[in-house]
């Protein structure tokens, strides 16, 4: 496994990136379809699909790949990683999707921090990120105990891309990003005021999915847990050509 230190900025740097597609993409898809939600929305879940599988790659091998407090937590839950290294990784994604938010206000001549004030607090929101952060947690961890890591970074991003469709919230599905779209009043901002409950929302579906893995995978070691996103790189282990 890498030294914390090159994991932590494995996550920033993967967070910051996804931040900026999924901000980015929106304000892009605003511009070039005006007033065509579902375009709009299309374009937005397409670019968000196909960089988290760029991103999940990039970082991987690193880090796991986990962008979001949720994965991590869970990941920590099922003994795949520390408790300390999980807190560690929750600022680190945080900070990461803050910065992705500038950056991409800042690409597309906005001001570097706007407060969203896209309400999205309602019953069917808060269901729809319990739905979706516990699929996102079902898929990671069943893919991890099958032995079929290859194929995450695919999976997480085609997952995505269609739970912004199936789903009234459009899938946020980690803390860390709703944090970051709630400063760009854009078309994939959030208020200030919704982040708490979709928050919750995403807590407690990480909770349902992880009883649903525990449910569905019981026995799993240690060692295989410690296989989420992408296998961590040891020192003995030859990084994917």
Same mark, same amino acid.
């Given at each position: 496994?890498?030294?914390?230190?090159?994991?932590?900025?494995?996550?920033?740097?993967?967070?910051?990136?996804?931040?900026?597609?999924?901000?980015?993409?929106?304000?892009?898809?605003?511009?070039?379809?005006?007033?065509?939600?579902?375009?709009?929305?299309?374009?937005?879940?397409?670019?968000?699909?196909?960089?988290?599988?760029?991103?999940?790659?990039?970082?991987?091998?690193?880090?796991?790949?986990?962008?979001?407090?949720?994965?991590?937590?869970?990941?920590?839950?099922?003994?795949?990683?520390?408790?300390?290294?999980?807190?560690?990784?929750?600022?680190?994604?945080?900070?990461?999707?803050?910065?992705?938010?500038?950056?991409?206000?800042?690409?597309?001549?906005?001001?570097?921090?706007?407060?969203?004030?896209?309400?999205?607090?309602?019953?069917?929101?808060?269901? #729809?990120?319990?739905?979706?952060?516990?699929?996102?947690?079902?898929?990671?961890?069943?893919?991890?105990?099958?032995?079929?890591?290859?194929?995450?970074?695919?999976?997480?991003?085609?997952?995505?891309?269609?739970?912004?469709?199936?789903?009234? #919230?459009?899938?946020?599905?980690?803390?860390?990003?709703?944090?970051?779209?709630?400063?760009?009043?854009?078309?994939?901002?959030?208020?200030?005021?919704?982040?708490?409950?979709?928050?919750?929302?995403?807590?407690?579906?990480?909770?349902?999915?992880?009883?649903?893995?525990?449910?569905?995978?019981?026995?799993?070691?240690?060692?295989?847990?410690?296989?989420?996103?992408?296998?961590?790189? #040891?020192?003995?282990?030859?990084?994917?050509?």
């Amino acid at each position: 496994m890498a030294p914390l230190s090159r994991r932590l900025l494995a996550e920033f740097l993967g967070s910051a990136v996804l931040a900026a597609v999924v901000i980015g993409s929106g304000i892009a898809a605003e511009t070039l379809s005006p007033g065509a939600t579902g375009l709009e929305l299309l374009e937005n879940a397409a670019a968000t699909a196909a960089g988290l599988f760029a991103i999940i790659l990039m970082v991987g091998p690193v880090s796991g790949a986990h962008l979001n407090p949720v994965v991590s937590l869970v990941d920590a839950a099922f003994g795949g990683l520390s408790w300390r290294d999980a807190a560690a990784y929750l600022p680190a994604q945080v900070a990461g999707c803050v910065s992705g938010a500038v950056v991409a206000n800042l690409m597309y001549g906005h001001t570097a921090i706007s407060l969203s004030t896209k309400h999205r607090a309602t019953g069917a929101h808060f269901l #729809s990120e319990v739905v979706a952060t516990a699929g996102l947690i079902l898929v990671i961890f069943a893919l991890a105990r099958t032995r079929r890591n290859a194929v995450a970074p695919a999976a997480v991003g085609a997952y995505i891309g269609a739970a912004y469709f199936f789903t009234s #919230s459009t899938s946020f599905a980690n803390p860390a990003i709703a944090v970051g779209r709630m400063l760009s009043d854009t078309f994939a901002g959030i208020a200030p005021s919704s982040v708490a409950p979709f928050v919750a929302a995403e807590v407690l579906g990480g909770l349902v999915g992880y009883a649903l893995v525990r449910a569905l995978y019981p026995g799993v070691t240690h060692a295989e847990a410690a296989q989420v996103v992408l296998p961590h790189q #040891s020192p003995s282990t030859p990084a994917p050509s």
